[in-house]
């Protein structure tokens, strides 16, 4: 027990590295940017300097507060309404055929809004946490848990990337990117003065050389990381369903939980644009359950909605011919 226990003491303090690379990366940038181009005497003139700054530190404070929220952000968990009862928990512990254990699962997934099954067409249960998975929730092994929603584990910021910080991991790409513009615009001109020797050699060429090297390198990268997540926040999907489509009772569709591009765009970023670019939690939902394509939803629960909307319907129309035959009646008068 001892030995496990500090390898996995290890491994999570392992985990750390590429967010404390990062973090170094970073706060060189900041250095290099700052003292080295925008304080050192000789460098810009004071307008460039206070512009430079300015800028800089919007984007700078923009992605290290997405960056770290997407750190910090507890992935989130099945509510306790996907766990077992204490009744069928023991049933279904005890049965060893698994055609058995199905129909417990079918029994207590019949009140959950669970529309997804597994490729063979079952019930998804986890056995690690003991609960019927909600749509689009997968266990990670990394974080030991069924998380909502879950889109991958990025080993960049040591956190599953899924419900509860998936908007904060699309701004933080989003102003990593600009960070990085923002450095290659300003620093260009310098970066071209060093390398035709136009300025005389100081201990600032170095860093000037080199931010803009990194900010190109990591502007193409994560831009291009950038625009894929976009691309998937537009068809409402997660990284795992762009590669395995979800399977429904019907069968698997890719597009299964795709509602249009705007309300796609809503159930990350939320329905009030004032929230979108700062990362407040805004995503619309609990993460337990989504809406779907009707075409997708079980026929007993399908025609439950074609009749609740039928009736909407009917009661509609008579309370419109109820109105016209007033306003004619008060007219006729």
Not at 150 to 175: E, I, Q, R, T
Not at 303 to 311: A, D, I, R, T, Y
Request: proline share 4%; hydrophobic share 45%; net charge positive.
């Amino acid at each position: 027990m001892a030995p496990s226990h500090a390898l996995r003491c290890c491994k999570r303090a392992l985990n750390w590295i590429p967010v404390l690379f990062i973090n170094l990366v970073v706060g060189w940038s900041y250095y290099a940017y700052v003292v080295e181009l925008c304080l050192t005497p000789n460098k810009l003139c004071l307008s460039s300097t206070v512009s430079y700054l300015v800028i800089f530190h919007i984007f700078f404070t923009m992605f290290i507060w997405s960056y770290w929220k997407t750190i910090w952000s507890k992935p989130a968990g099945p509510s306790t309404a996907f766990g077992l009862p204490r009744a069928e928990k023991e049933l279904y512990e005890r049965e060893e055929r698994a055609e058995m254990q199905q129909e417990i699962l079918k029994k207590v997934a019949r009140n959950l809004p669970v529309y997804t099954r597994t490729a063979g067409g079952a019930i998804r249960y986890c056995d690690h946490c003991q609960v019927v998975k909600p749509d689009r929730c997968h266990h990670c092994s990394t974080c030991e848990m069924c998380v909502l929603k879950m889109d991958h584990h990025c080993p960049w910021v040591n956190n599953c990337v899924g419900f509860s910080n998936y908007k904060y991991f699309v701004l933080f790409l989003a102003y990593a990117s600009l960070y990085c513009a923002v450095i290659c615009a300003t620093v260009i001109q310098y970066f071209l003065k060093f390398w035709t020797k136009k300025l005389p050699d100081t201990h600032a060429k170095f860093h000037i050389l080199f931010l803009f090297f990194v900010a190109a390198m990591f502007f193409i990268s994560i831009l291009s990381l950038f625009s894929y997540h976009l691309w998937l926040v537009g068809k409402n999907r997660t990284t795992i369903e762009a590669f395995r489509a979800p399977v429904f009772t019907n069968g698997p569709d890719k597009n299964g939980f795709s509602l249009g591009f705007r309300r796609n765009g809503a159930e990350v970023f939320g329905d009030q644009a004032k929230y979108w670019i700062f990362p407040v939690f805004s995503s619309l939902g609990d993460g337990n359950s989504f809406v779907t394509r009707l075409v997708h939803i079980d026929p007993e629960r399908a025609n439950s909605v074609l009749q609740q909307n039928g009736k909407r319907l009917v009661l509609s129309i008579a309370y419109l011919f109820k109105t016209l035959t007033c306003q004619h009646t008060l007219s006729v008068n």
